[in-house]
């Protein structure tokens, strides 16, 4: 599936001289051309949509797996339409609030901005704010701080002590859905590698530590735990890492993690 996420600043945004496209191909379009999300959907899904054009694969639905940012952006799309609610008044409800997630959110005008920091491009090149069409696919802003609490709850609930979901809806949660025959290709030997199997958005990587990683212009996030010893990391970088150097320093301080997380 060949999809380009949109990234919209937010509406009242002074630019300030920022430049809006970048060497990695990623470009900005101005606060006024934005869409709701169940346009973007209809547009890029229907029949008769104009961005319909290569958005899907040739391959049977439930036969083979690859990952897809519009396909979780479909999924919370369904779940405002189920409740009545939108997904970010859905989530801050029945995930922030009872996890006490007071620095997060999936809009800039839902946190303080001053308390987090700016994002680069690289080292030199700031961005501007801005937010997705898409956001349930990765818009959501958060700290440290805030993100441990839910991993907190994510171990708990492998554990059968989580607070948020039933035991029976975490077992399914964490449920490997995927077999052999549902990849094409699959990377045995990248130990960051999310997808070696899936649950219901959350993926396993062949060394048995269950997660996920993200990135969208100027952040790079990565959030495992091990099952066996309920031990957790997460890192998260407010600048753009595309070459050699840049990617051994970002898994390279990973490692490290690891190495100590034994400590106290």
Sequence with gaps: MNIIPQKI???????????LTFEDEQSFNPADSIISLQSYLE?????????NKDSFTSHKPGTIYEYSNVGTA????????????????????????????????????DVDVKKYSRLYENPTTPLPYYE??????????TNVTDLS????????????KGTILSKESYKEYFKPQLIESNFT??????????????????????????????????????????PKTSLGR??????????KEGNKAFFGIWNSLEKHQHIK
């Design 149 to 160: 609490k839910y991993l907190s709850e994510l171990i708990k609930g492998y554990n059968g």
């Design 74 to 109: 479909l999924a919370a799309f369904i779940v405002e339409q189920a409740t009545g609610e939108s997904f970010n008044q859905f989530t801050g409800k029945y995930i922030m609030e009872p996890l006490e997630m007071k620095d997060s959110g999936w809009k800039t005008k």
């Design 43 to 51: 547009n890029v899904l229907s029949a008769k949509g104009k961005w």
């Design 185 to 226: 290709e699959r990377n045995t030997k990248n130990p960051y590698n999310e997808s070696y199997n899936a649950g219901i958005f959350m993926g396993f990587g062949y060394t048995g530590y269950i997660g996920h990683t993200g990135g969208d212009p100027g952040i790079m996030s990565i959030m495992f735990f091990d």
């Design 234 to 243: 997460i890192m998260i970088f407010n600048t753009n890492f595309s070459d």
């Design 132 to 141: 997705l069409i898409t956001y349930p696919d990765g818009g959501f802003i």
């Design 9 to 19: 600043l937010k509406p009242n945004q002074k630019l300030n001289g920022l430049k």
